[in-house]
């Protein structure tokens, strides 16, 4: 029997107004200020000082190439929507048919339920309920915060059904360093491995070590033309176990996200687009859970016992 949350969500908010993507919170402090959408819980916005930190998108128009999403209950792709978990095939919508795979989840194009709302700061809430593919109850609880240190996000997973459910989650967020061209940003990304994936669906092969390729960002680098479109690993933290990645522009602005244990990988992606508009307008940095196909290869896959919670935490801060 599928559990609910005792909690009733509020009915308003402050500084909303409603768009393509449903209600928009709008939230500010400390010289940073964001824009989070009904659907998806999507950070539409993210500025310090008036300075885009995320490639946005305006309040009219659908979300262009999954920007701000928050990607649950799996990250990245499950190659040809069909996974195995204790025995049974499942299969999930395929949204990605040129590399036929589901990709980024279940809940970026649904409605979240506001629960509480103040200047600073909104909460939203989504219950998954069972379905075919991914027969499971898991209710995701979403906080974001501003204050001095940036933009936090707490993201909490309960199972609120009586099986085991398998799990995963990152955000997407496309950072901006400045407003210099996207190949003079120097990146600083502390991992000792990247995932090897297939050319043309981008799943995983074998890790490799860092040093042994071209995605050696261990001490900061410029990016120049290089395409990445990778998983790292092997991360290093500091003494509170955060790892963070931080992106600046020649002219000395830039932006940085950190984000502890309870993600263990990263994907780094240079965002080239065929349609040019599009193409290398920032760089796609998405703190993930568990890598590409997990629910397949079954690594670092979360593991949702009826009734516990799985929580993660990352932060998005002007340098």
């Known amino acids: 029997m599928e559990k609910t949350s005792q909690e009733d969500p509020v009915k308003t908010a402050q500084n909303v107004s409603i768009g393509a993507t449903g209600a928009q919170y709008e939230i500010s402090a400390a010289n940073y200020t964001a824009v989070v959408t009904e659907q998806g819980a999507t950070v539409r916005q993210l500025r310090f000082r008036a300075r885009d930190l995320i490639v946005g998108f305006m309040a009219d128009e659908p979300v262009p190439d999954f920007r701000g999403a928050l990607v649950a209950p799996w990250p990245n792709r499950i190659a040809d929507g069909r996974y195995i978990y204790k025995g049974r095939e499942l299969r999930v919508p395929v949204n990605e048919p040129e590399r036929d795979a589901a990709l980024h989840g279940l809940v970026c194009e649904r409605p979240w339920t506001l629960v509480s709302s103040e200047p600073s700061g909104v909460r939203l809430r989504h219950q998954i309920r069972p379905s075919a593919g991914y027969p499971f109850s898991v209710l995701l609880d979403v906080t974001y915060r501003l204050d001095n240190g940036g933009f936090h996000t707490k993201v909490s997973a309960t199972n609120t059904g009586d099986h085991t459910a398998p799990y995963g989650v990152c955000p997407h967020p496309y950072l901006v360093a400045g407003k210099s061209a996207f190949n ?64 600046t522009d020649p002219g000395g602005s830039g932006v940085g996200i950190r984000w502890d244990r309870s993600c263990d990988w990263v994907q780094v992606h240079t965002a080239d687009h065929m349609v040019a508009e599009r193409h290398r307008l920032g760089l796609a940095v998405e703190p993930m859970s568990c890598p590409p196909d997990a629910f397949n290869s079954g690594k670092d896959v979360v593991h949702l016992l009826p009734g516990a919670t799985h929580i993660a935490n990352w932060t998005i801060f002007a340098i």
């Open 184 to 247: 003079s940003w120097s990146l600083e990304l502390p991992a000792d491995t990247f995932l090897e994936v297939t050319p043309d669906r981008l799943l995983p092969l074998g890790r490799r070590p860092a040093a042994d390729g071209p995605f050696d960002f261990r001490e900061a680098r410029t990016l120049g033309d290089i395409e990445i479109d990778h998983p790292f690993t092997d991360l290093v933290r500091d003494p509170q176990g955060n790892a963070t990645v931080r992106l």
